[in-house]
């Protein structure tokens, strides 16, 4: 988690890393600090409780020198605050940066504190400021230091060390976080994610796993894991520099709502055929591997898991495959058994969520056809790991409510079933209808978006509540739990979902006036029953909120409020759903007045276990 950046320069960087924490802020938002080497080489450090803004507020004086590193940090080792933030310095010299968890800090603390180092906080990340201190003493060669204590670290690090004996250089460690070093004319940079740096470079340099490199204003030197030195290549991102600005829109959330209909475009572009989906979207090899599927496993974790347990229904549906999702979490920690021609798909907005990554590594070796991506960040290593990979070009999400990443992911997820019922005799002219609705997605979302204004008015009937439930069948059983977490996500409203058949098996017991009630029902076949579901809550005095096709035939009265969305064709209506749900919790956190794109606790980039 945490956002790293770093700079070495001939004109003073604090402005370029506060920028670049600003940008950064998604990874993590309860504290922040950085650290420069001063004209005199000594270290100058500011670290502040809150976010970054707090930090920008206490550099009254702003810090002068070329060479500094930043950090915007969520904890996991030590309660937020400005003693725990980074960076973390060791003797006057050592100042270091860190993003993920040393599992073996205890004992490493231990060893440091019988050699007399005294720790200034509860963090993990504080025993690597003071092991490469204990190893600078020894060796004077900062890259040496930090390859050697690299090797006694246990756990997962993104590091960043600047040493004011050594103002001319920063080292940086890679493994299990993600890095990128930024290219400049008589400058580099560093930072944990390539849009902190888009204001200063566009040509990047991703490191990869056990990476050690030295970064000079003019010079990078790469070792791998082995020692050995490497050349990575030089890569140019296309990213805008606005990307991390949210124009007109009150919040980043609210933009990302209405990027939907260009985000879904950009991800449908080139990627389908009058007749057919091209699956050379998902790689040079996927049409080979496709072929032989039988089975797919979808592992992630958040909103992505629930694009994955729509792709479930959608895959046996129409493809005929089997499916079976799983949370990355619990995945990656069990003995599992990999049917014959299997595919494992993993699905992530970022690429870099530690469990999913995890679970991609633990599965390679258990027997799996082939792995497949399905992720938003081209240079992520969840896509640089995968055999195969679907970008979803979804654009930079910045809410940490994932919004326009999950409706993009099953864009992917359609073409990528497509794809595999290409090669399992699906009837021709179905495939026809159903690569029209994909075309026809945009218009849809963007006529759905013109309901704002009607579930703004709602908004008002859920903002004292307590407790919600939001009901779907099949395929919309999962859009019922993405509009359950993205509700308490940002309102902090606690908000279940059920898969409406299931509701006389205990929920039912919870209904009253108190509790609204979100049902989303388009017309598809299993309408009737979810109507008997309706009527099962509205004999029992609940307040029901149903976001419904016209065809559906609800009228609104005292205890039902229909919202009706436009109509679509069934097999698209979980994405075409989603967007009310999304409008929904976001008009009901305006009126709590809660962080909308921060929410508390949260992070958006999830890179730690
Ligand atoms: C965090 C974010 C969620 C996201 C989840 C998985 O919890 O707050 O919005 O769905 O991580 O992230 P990923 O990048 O793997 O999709």
């Avoid at 520099?241 to 959330?253: I, L, Q, T």
Wanted: net charge negative; hydrophobic share 40%.
């Amino acid at each position: 988690m945490c956002g790293i950046v770093g700079a070495i320069a001939q004109r003073d960087v604090a402005q370029i890393l506060l920028e670049g924490l600003k940008r950064l802020e998604y990874r993590g938002y309860d504290s922040a600090g950085m650290a420069v080497i001063g004209s005199d080489q000594t270290i100058e450090r500011v670290r502040a409780l809150g976010k970054v803004q707090a930090l920008a507020d206490c550099m009254t004086q702003p810090l002068l020198g070329g060479v500094g590193i930043a950090h915007t940090r969520w904890a996991t080792h030590g309660e937020p605050s400005e003693r725990n933030a980074h960076p973390h310095v060791s003797g006057n010299n050592i100042a270091l940066v860190h993003n993920g968890i040393i599992e073996n800090h205890t004992e490493l603390r231990q060893q440091l504190e019988d050699d007399g180092y005294q720790f200034q906080s509860e963090t993990d990340t504080e025993v690597i400021a003071h092991l490469v201190h204990r190893e600078q003493q020894v060796r004077n060669d900062l890259l040496a230091s930090v390859r050697f204590v690299a090797k006694l670290l246990r756990g997962a690090y993104g590091a960043v060390v600047m040493d004011s004996n050594s103002p001319d250089k920063l080292v940086v460690a890679r493994s299990g976080s993600p890095l990128v070093i930024g290219l400049g004319i008589g400058e580099n940079f560093i930072a944990s994610d390539s849009l902190a740096l888009l204001p200063v470079t566009r040509q990047f340099i991703y490191l990869e796993e056990g990476d050690v490199a030295e970064i000079t204003r003019t010079s990078v030197y790469i070792e791998d894991a082995n020692g050995v030195q490497v050349e990575r290549p030089v890569q140019e991102s296309t990213a805008s520099y606005d990307a991390g600005n949210k124009g007109n829109y009150r919040h980043f959330m609210l933009k990302e709502i209405y990027d939907q209909p260009q985000a879904v475009r950009n991800a449908l572009e080139s990627r389908l055929a009058d007749d057919h989906v091209l699956e050379q979207a998902f790689g040079t090899d996927a049409s080979a591997i496709f072929a032989q599927v039988r089975h797919v496993q979808i592992v992630a974790c958040g909103t992505s898991y629930h694009s994955a347990m729509v792709a479930r229904y959608w895959l046996e549906s129409l493809a005929g495959i089997a499916c079976s999702v799983e949370i990355a979490s619990e995945y990656r920690y069990r003995k599992s058994v990999v049917p014959e021609k299997s595919l494992l798909v993993t699905i992530s907005q970022s690429g870099e969520t530690a469990d999913t990554l995890a679970a991609l590594r633990m599965a390679r070796h258990l027997g799996y056809l082939a792995t497949l991506a399905i992720c938003n960040v081209g240079a992520s290593s969840l896509v640089r790991e995968s055999d195969l990979a679907f970008m979803t070009r979804a654009g930079v999400e910045i809410g940490v409510a994932s919004t326009k990443a999950f409706t993009t992911q099953l864009v992917g997820l359609a073409i990528l079933v497509l794809s595999l019922a290409q090669h399992n005799n699906i009837n021709p002219e179905q495939l026809k209808q159903l690569v029209a609705a994909l075309k026809q997605l945009p218009e849809k979302l963007e006529e759905t978006l013109q309901l704002a204004g009607d579930i703004e008015n709602l908004a008002q009937g859920f903002a004292d509540k307590h407790h919600t439930l939001f009901l779907g069948r099949g395929d919309q059983y999962p859009i019922a739990m993405e509009g359950a977490l993205k509700l308490k996500e940002i309102s902090y409203i606690h908000a279940e979902a059920y898969a409406a058949g299931e509701l006389k098996h205990g929920p039912l017991a919870l209904i009253d006036e108190d509790m609204p009630i979100v049902v989303v029902a388009p017309n598809n076949e299993l309408l009737e029953k979810l109507k008997s579901n309706v009527e099962e809550v509205r004999a029992r005095g609940g307040l029901l909120y149903v976001f419904a096709d016209v065809d559906a035939h609800f009228e609104s009265d005292d205890t039902l409020r229909v919202i009706n969305v436009p109509h679509t064709d069934p097999w698209l209506a979980p994405v075409v759903y989603t967007l009310p749900l999304q409008l929904l919790s976001y008009y009901v956190a305006i009126i709590k007045g809660t962080d909308v794109d921060q929410p508390r606790n949260l992070a958006k980039s999830v890179t730690v276990e």
